[in-house]
């Protein structure tokens, strides 16, 4: 599966911002979908995870009430919603993709390329 992340951009801390990550193949549906972030000089960190179905979640304690992560199985498509944007929400986004399998474990099979997010206080 191929992935290309969109909607990063400059915004001001407090604002909100919408990810989106389309995907080729026909059976996107069977992949979990995940969302990743590396900050300059930090290791890449899992940010939010979603099932097959789209029925559960999971969210790094950092952005747990802030960003919801979804997907629309017919457009091949997840998305990212990120709201009350903190400085330190700044980083590379990556959305990821792993065929079934559990959205606690990182173990992703397939990336993105990366989508800049920078929020200025």
């Known amino acids: 599966v191929q992935l290309q992340a969109s909607g990063g951009g400059l915004v001001q801390a407090g604002d909100s911002l919408r990810l989106s990550c389309a995907a080729s193949g026909r059976t996107f549906s069977n992949y979990v979908m995940g969302w990743f972030r590396q900050a300059p000089a930090k290791e890449r960190e899992f940010v939010a995870a979603?099932?097959?179905?789209?029925?559960?979640?999971n969210y790094a304690d950092s952005v747990k009430g802030r960003f919801t992560i979804s997907r629309d199985n017919t457009k091949n498509t997840v998305f990212l919603r990120m709201s009350s944007l903190k400085r330190e929400d700044t980083a590379v986004y990556y959305c990821?993709?792993?065929?079934?399998?559990?959205?606690?474990?990182?173990?992703?099979?397939?990336w993105g390329q990366g989508t800049q997010v920078t929020v200025s206080s």
């Open positions: 990821a993709a792993k065929w079934l399998g559990s959205i606690y474990s990182y173990d992703y099979n397939y």
């Open positions: 979603i099932a097959w179905s789209g029925g559960t979640v």
